[in-house]
């Protein structure tokens, strides 16, 4: 038996393309599959759909090869028969095969696209997922309910039936599904909150308040008055107004508020640094709009920045230290004398007791700025100097013998250091010349040849030698500067900040790669009132500003400044200690309580 196979494409400018085939087999098979005898490449039709077969009574039978049906001239059925000279139409997905038996007893199945020609949409729902699945209206609002039932009721209804969470890092909050609210992942600083949205977002479709951020970061320190912010802002563009207008409606703070500035949900990492316009805004022209500031201007670091200014005491028995330019060459008076010019010496006397020591104190040949000046633990700063670990190596304040034990005068207390020489044995000792043993060899050296040590017997005697201890060559005058409490001899406090630019952040760390005197010009120090900080000049041979292409390491304000004050150095606690003498010892601690 012979099959005629007539395949109708259609093109694009709608003229029809006939191709014929004959097929002289008795069994005809219809499939997705190229090697069927009728292929049709259509996914809702199975690798082998259908089969056709010749029965003897003349029918044709048509079965189902797979697990999908077909239709027969509309009706979605498995199996059929029918005599080919009736004539058939069977639909296969999108296709549809037309049998009809001609002439000679040959049978032509025609076989043409559904889309070219008219079809109903249910002659095709048998081969397709939509065909068990409701209308498309119907499934547009059974999509509308499951996102608001997911996204919008389960979380609302959760977060109002839900106790509310303490602001804390690590615990949740238990809301269901808030997550999918979330626009990002939040920063490092306060990446222990991802599962706690309440603590900061106390109301919903409220925006963060000031008083919430405030609950955590209680110390924080204000820029300014919100009255002086006012007025170096300026005056509002009407653009600016009418966005502010908006966003108050839906619950935003003023400009002046903290997400103005720390944005949240932006990634995890570090928060980006708020850009130098922000800050030029104001500071660029701050003059001409806050006429009592004694600010100085500043847009851009490498363009427009007035030189530094540290906060130091300036003259002696200063009450509060002064912010000072360094384009005056101001002077420090800090109450000692400390030559580090002396103290760096690669020939002098100072060089050799150092290699001298350099087997016990680990010295080298010379003194050098670290062996005096030791790194915090973060690298940023350096330690106190203390005078029993930094100097007392090479100024012993060793002054009596009792068998093997040596007596030490106490360091920073004047009194104490009068009452001990006082209470020194009164017994006879060796003849002093001048209130001093013989055999001693310089000021605050410990004289090895003998004894050393005052020779009392009358009181008067403490006295001279508490005044020749005052004296300029003296074991206190040699650092110290003499001077006169309540009739009595005194030190002038000393008063060493760790930080002399109160209002910026300085990390020695990230500069180690550098030489400590291509900033500090200690080597050429004559005087402990030289102020040995680098001026803006020397910050500008590798720091310019941030849109400065050509800058080794380009700065924008926020490398420097913090917007809140209270992170760093407060004049305040640079006063000098209440007591003089105290202060050699506490004040130098005081100041290090900084960050």
């Given at each position: 038996?012979?099959?005629?196979?007539?395949?109708?494409?259609?093109?694009a400018?709608?003229?029809?393309?006939?191709?014929?085939?004959?097929?002289?087999?008795?069994?005809?098979?219809?499939?997705?599959?190229?090697?069927n005898?009728?292929?049709?490449?259509?996914?809702?039709?199975?690798?082998?759909?259908?089969?056709?077969?010749?029965l003897?009574?003349?029918?044709?039978?048509?079965?189902?090869?797979?697990t999908?049906?077909?239709?027969l001239?509309?009706?979605?059925?498995?199996?059929?028969?029918?005599?080919?000279?009736?004539?058939?139409?069977?639909?296969?997905?999108?296709?549809?095969?037309?049998?009809?038996?001609?002439?000679?007893?040959?049978?032509?199945?025609?076989?043409?696209?559904a889309?070219e020609?008219?079809?109903?949409s249910?002659?095709?729902?048998?081969f397709?997922?939509?065909?068990?699945?409701?209308?498309?209206?119907?499934?547009?609002?059974?999509?509308?309910?499951l996102?608001?039932?997911?996204?919008?009721?389960?979380?609302?209804?959760?977060?109002?039936?839900?106790?509310?969470?303490?602001?804390?890092?690590?615990?949740?909050?238990?809301?269901?599904?808030?997550a999918s609210?979330?626009?990002?992942?939040l920063?490092?600083?306060?990446?222990?909150?991802?599962?706690?949205?309440?603590?900061?977002?106390v109301?919903?479709f409220?925006s963060?308040?000031?008083?919430?951020?405030?609950?955590c970061?209680k110390?924080?320190?204000?820029?300014?008055?919100?009255?002086?912010?006012?007025i170096?802002?300026?005056p509002?563009?009407?653009?600016?107004?009418?966005?502010?207008?908006?966003?108050?409606?839906?619950?935003?703070?003023?400009?002046?508020a903290?997400?103005?500035?720390?944005?949240?949900?932006?990634?995890?990492?570090?928060?980006?640094?708020?850009?130098?316009?922000?800050?030029s805004?104001?500071?660029?022209?701050?003059?001409?709009?806050?006429?009592?500031?004694?600010?100085?201007?500043?847009?851009?670091?490498?363009?427009?920045?007035?030189?530094?200014?540290?906060?130091?005491f300036?003259?002696?028995?200063q009450?509060?230290?002064?912010?000072?330019?360094?384009?005056?060459?101001?002077?420090?008076?800090?109450?000692?004398?400390?030559?580090?010019?002396?103290?760096?010496?690669?020939?002098?006397a100072?060089?050799?007791?150092?290699?001298?020591?350099?087997?016990?104190?680990?010295?080298?040949?010379?003194?050098?700025?670290?062996?005096?000046?030791?790194?915090?633990?973060?690298?940023?700063?350096?330690?106190?100097?203390?005078?029993e670990?930094?100097?007392?190596?090479?100024?012993?304040?060793?002054?009596?013998?009792?068998?093997?034990?040596?007596?030490?005068?106490?360091?920073?207390?004047?009194?104490?250091?009068?009452?001990?020489?006082?209470?020194?044995?009164?017994?006879?000792?060796?003849?002093?010349?001048?209130?001093?043993?013989?055999?001693?060899?310089?000021p605050?050296?410990?004289?090895?040849?003998?004894?050393?040590?005052?020779?009392?017997?009358?009181?008067?005697?403490?006295?001279?030698?508490?005044?020749?201890?005052?004296?300029?060559?003296?074991?206190?005058?040699?650092?110290?500067?003499?001077?006169?409490?309540?009739?009595?001899?005194?030190?002038?406090?000393?008063?060493?900040?760790?930080?002399?630019?109160?209002?910026?952040?300085?990390?020695?760390?990230?500069?180690?790669?550098?030489?400590?005197?291509?900033?500090?010009q200690?080597?050429?120090?004559?005087?402990?009132?030289?102020?040995?900080?680098?001026?803006?000049?020397?910050?500008?041979?590798?720091?310019?500003?941030?849109d400065?292409?050509?800058?080794?390491?380009?700065?924008?304000?926020?490398?420097?400044?913090s917007?809140?004050?209270?992170?760093?150095?407060?004049?305040?606690?640079m006063?000098?200690a209440?007591?003089?003498?105290?202060?050699?010892?506490?004040?130098?601690?005081?100041?290090?309580?900084?960050?």
């Amino acid at each position: 038996m012979t099959f005629l196979i007539r395949t109708i494409d259609t093109t694009a400018d709608g003229r029809e393309i006939v191709r014929d085939r004959e097929v002289a087999e008795e069994t005809i098979t219809i499939g997705r599959r190229s090697d069927n005898d009728i292929h049709l490449p259509d996914l809702a039709v199975e690798q082998y759909h259908a089969r056709i077969d010749r029965l003897a009574t003349g029918k044709l039978r048509i079965d189902s090869a797979g697990t999908l049906g077909f239709t027969l001239d509309g009706k979605t059925i498995r199996a059929a028969q029918f005599h080919p000279e009736a004539g058939a139409e069977l639909g296969f997905g999108s296709y549809r095969l037309a049998i009809a038996q001609g002439g000679g007893g040959v049978i032509t199945i025609t076989v043409q696209r559904a889309s070219e020609q008219v079809v109903s949409s249910d002659a095709l729902s048998g081969f397709s997922l939509g065909g068990k699945l409701p209308g498309k209206r119907a499934m547009a609002w059974i999509g509308l309910g499951l996102v608001l039932l997911a996204f919008l009721i389960v979380p609302i209804t959760s977060n109002l039936s839900h106790p509310p969470t303490p602001p804390k890092a690590g615990i949740s909050d238990g809301v269901l599904m808030d997550a999918s609210w979330s626009p990002g992942a939040l920063s490092l600083a306060h990446h222990g909150l991802e599962d706690n949205c309440q603590a900061c977002h106390v109301k919903p479709f409220q925006s963060v308040r000031d008083t919430t951020c405030l609950s955590c970061h209680k110390d924080i320190g204000h820029h300014a008055a919100k009255s002086k912010l006012s007025i170096a802002e300026g005056p509002m563009s009407l653009g600016d107004k009418l966005q502010w207008n908006v966003a108050e409606a839906f619950g935003k703070e003023g400009p002046q508020a903290c997400t103005t500035c720390h944005r949240e949900h932006e990634g995890a990492g570090r928060m980006e640094p708020t850009p130098q316009k922000f800050c030029s805004d104001c500071h660029g022209t701050l003059d001409t709009r806050l006429t009592d500031t004694s600010l100085g201007n500043a847009a851009d670091f490498g363009t427009a920045h007035p030189q530094f200014e540290p906060v130091l005491f300036t003259a002696p028995g200063q009450i509060k230290p002064q912010r000072v330019s360094l384009d005056g060459k101001p002077k420090e008076f800090n109450g000692l004398r400390f030559p580090h010019e002396m103290h760096l010496s690669k020939t002098n006397a100072v060089a050799q007791m150092a290699g001298t020591l350099s087997a016990a104190k680990g010295y080298g040949a010379a003194l050098d700025c670290s062996d005096c000046h030791k790194p915090t633990a973060d690298g940023t700063a350096f330690k106190p100097i203390s005078m029993e670990q930094d100097c007392g190596a090479c100024h012993s304040l060793v002054y009596d013998k009792v068998g093997s034990t040596f007596r030490t005068l106490h360091h920073g207390d004047v009194e104490q250091m009068r009452a001990d020489l006082m209470a020194m044995d009164r017994a006879p000792h060796q003849q002093a010349s001048n209130g001093l043993i013989a055999g001693r060899r310089a000021p605050g050296v410990y004289g090895q040849s003998g004894l050393y040590r005052q020779n009392f017997g009358p009181p008067v005697r403490s006295l001279v030698a508490i005044n020749r201890a005052m004296q300029p060559d003296g074991v206190c005058g040699e650092c110290h500067i003499p001077v006169t409490t309540n009739g009595k001899l005194d030190v002038m406090p000393v008063n060493i900040p760790d930080h002399y630019l109160v209002h910026s952040w300085f990390d020695h760390s990230a500069h180690k790669q550098e030489k400590c005197t291509t900033c500090h010009q200690a080597n050429l120090s004559k005087s402990a009132t030289d102020v040995l900080l680098p001026g803006i000049k020397t910050c500008r041979t590798c720091h310019m500003g941030p849109d400065d292409a050509a800058a080794e390491v380009p700065s924008s304000c926020a490398m420097c400044h913090s917007y809140h004050p209270g992170t760093m150095g407060d004049p305040q606690r640079m006063l000098p200690a209440k007591n003089g003498h105290d202060a050699m010892n506490k004040v130098a601690m005081l100041w290090r309580k900084g960050p």
